[in-house]
């Protein structure tokens, strides 16, 4: 990775942090994306400081991935600074008990989790292209299936109520948005087919995170209980799972493929039967796309 321009979101904390402290450390030319504050002005000082040892380079920019005007902010700042990208990690992630709308009206988890990170994405097409080889590694989960710990209700994109306005479930919103994820990927992969521009997805494993602090206390409890019971990693060896595979000689090993960390070792495995629907994947592709308010043809 060194000398390549890897961009990550939710590079304040989390996974984010983690990949790109991982990406420091190989050398890379590393932007971080996320909301402004504290926490991200502490996550750059300490990328800052590892780059002194590594000879990377680290620079911020704001993102609010819940705002598609700031996503096209961002990204008109990006190609004023930078003409090819090799790689994008999509990182960010937000979960809640509650409803929460952003101020376009629409449902937070999926809006930040997944309509967010389908606009940057497509956004960043032509400095993706411009950096071919190149790819798009987005984090998703073995929650969108049907699993012990997860919770026994697979995940589902329902048309009829996609921004939960009639019922909001916080399991269920969030098996949502992390199908969603894997469905883009999966379609993204068939329309950028031939492109030289990789495209997957990965679950890096139980990770150490504080993605659960929206949640009510025995949600909580419960996390961390299996986090101690299970062993969970911490945020950079998550992050070394992505890089792991952005760092593949062949990318089109991974085009379009599902990964999940298995004891330790990330393997190539299949995701639930309702992610690989055809007719579901147009489907949401032509319903963000009215969303976001943008067309994309390729």
Request: with cysteine.
């Amino acid at each position: 990775m060194k000398g390549k321009i890897c961009l990550v979101t939710g590079a304040s904390s989390g996974i984010g942090l983690g990949t790109v402290l991982q990406l420091v450390k190989r050398g890379a030319r590393v932007i971080m994306a996320s909301r402004p504050g504290e926490k991200a002005d502490r996550a750059f000082q300490e990328a800052r400081r590892r780059a002194a040892y590594s000879g990377a380079e680290v620079e911020w920019l704001p993102i609010d991935l819940a705002s598609f005007s700031s996503i096209e902010r961002f990204v008109r700042e990006f190609e004023k600074r930078w003409p090819r990208l090799n790689a994008l990690f999509n990182c960010a992630g937000v979960q809640y008990l509650k409803r929460v709308e952003t101020t376009a009206g629409l449902e937070a988890m999926l809006a930040v989790n997944y309509l967010g990170h389908f606009l940057l994405t497509n956004l960043l097409y032509t400095r993706l292209k411009a950096g071919q080889p190149a790819v798009v590694i987005t984090v998703s989960g073995r929650g969108h299936k049907r699993t012990l710990g997860e919770g026994w209700v697979a995940g589902r994109i329902d048309f009829d109520d996609l921004q939960s306005q009639r019922k909001f479930n916080f399991i269920r919103a969030g098996k949502q948005s992390v199908l969603a994820r894997i469905l883009f990927t999966y379609e993204l992969a068939r329309r950028w087919r031939g492109r030289d521009i990789y495209v997957t997805t990965l679950c890096p494993g139980l990770t150490r995170t504080g993605l659960v602090r929206h949640l009510p206390w025995p949600a909580r409890l419960y996390f961390h209980l299996r986090c101690l019971v299970e062993g969970a990693q911490s945020p950079e060896d998550a992050g070394h799972h992505l890089v792991y595979l952005a760092e593949r000689p062949d990318l089109r090993t991974i085009h379009g493929r599902y990964f999940e960390v298995r004891r330790g070792r990330l393997v190539e495995v299949r995701s639930s039967p309702a992610s690989y629907d055809l007719e579901t994947a147009r489907r949401l592709w032509t319903v963000s796309e009215e969303l976001v308010g943008r067309k994309f043809e390729y």
